[in-house]
């Protein structure tokens, strides 16, 4: 199968910085990148759904302006989140899919907000 | 939208025995249903999906079965091992959504535990 790469893997920082978290599409060009959270024990919930060189589409009840996407090529999106909180502490997932293709995965980035 | 219900939350088995894990879906434009399995502290890996032009598809110990009419869909592992423990999730889509419409609605997902 594809290969999904996420950077980094995990990522401790202080209330009120910004983080930001990588996703690439290792051996293929990825159509549509894909950011989940995954609280522990729970199932993943969908953030939010970009299209290379869009906006990202937001799922309802995610702050755009708290979680900044950007997809700047087919191979690359960026998952930045700003003045993060201990609230915000999860593993974030991502993953890519190429056109009427199936979705696959990367490793995930845990972060731990202080 | 979609709703994607999984059973059981929990499973346990014995080396050796099959598990099977359920999952039914409400809408009926969903027509690819892909299974993930998630070890501890890792993202989730594809181990196989059906679409709905197919009722059951097998790789080697692993199947999916899928009923369209009741709108469920299962997943079938055999001679189950101590590496199978990890939690499986379903999911459902409509894969001739393109772009930002497209998007997979996942299952709670199941614990399984296989006891050596």
């Known amino acids: 199968g594809a290969v999904v790469s996420q950077h980094p893997s995990r990522v401790i920082c202080k209330s009120g910085t910004s983080v930001k978290i990588e996703c690439r599409s290792l051996?293929?060009?990825?159509?549509?990148m894909f950011w989940y959270r995954q609280f522990p024990k729970q199932s993943l919930m969908l953030m939010a759904t970009?299209?290379?060189?869009?906006?990202?589409?937001?799922e309802q009840g995610v702050e755009k302006d708290k979680f900044l996407i950007n997809h700047a090529s087919l191979t690359l999106s960026t998952l930045t989140v700003t003045s993060a909180h201990p609230e915000d502490s999860s593993f974030y997932i991502c993953?890519?899919?190429?056109?009427?293709?199936?979705?696959?995965f990367g490793p995930g980035t845990r972060l731990l907000v202080l | 939208g979609e709703n994607v219900e999984q059973h059981p939350s929990t499973l346990s088995v014995q080396e050796g025995d099959s598990a099977v894990i359920k999952c039914t879906y409400s809408?009926?434009?969903?027509?690819?249903f892909p299974w993930y399995k998630q070890e501890l502290g890792k993202g989730p890996q594809l181990i196989i999906d059906?679409?709905?032009?197919?009722g059951e598809k097998k790789d080697q110990r692993i199947a999916v079965t899928l009923n369209k009419t009741a709108k469920h869909f299962s997943l079938h592992i055999t001679e189950t091992q101590p590496e199978d423990s990890a939690v499986y999730f379903c999911?459902?889509?409509?894969?001739?959504?393109?772009?930002?419409?497209?998007?997979?609605?996942f299952g709670k997902g199941t614990l399984l535990t296989v006891n050596p």
């Open positions: 993953s890519a899919r190429r056109i009427w293709e199936t979705q696959y």
């Open positions: 051996d293929f060009q990825a159509t549509t």
């Open positions: 970009s299209n290379e060189g869009s906006k990202a589409t937001y």
């Open positions: 809408d009926s434009a969903s027509n690819y």
């Open positions: 059906i679409r709905s032009n197919v």
């Open positions: 999911a459902a889509s409509n894969w001739n959504s393109g772009g930002s419409n497209y998007k997979l609605t």
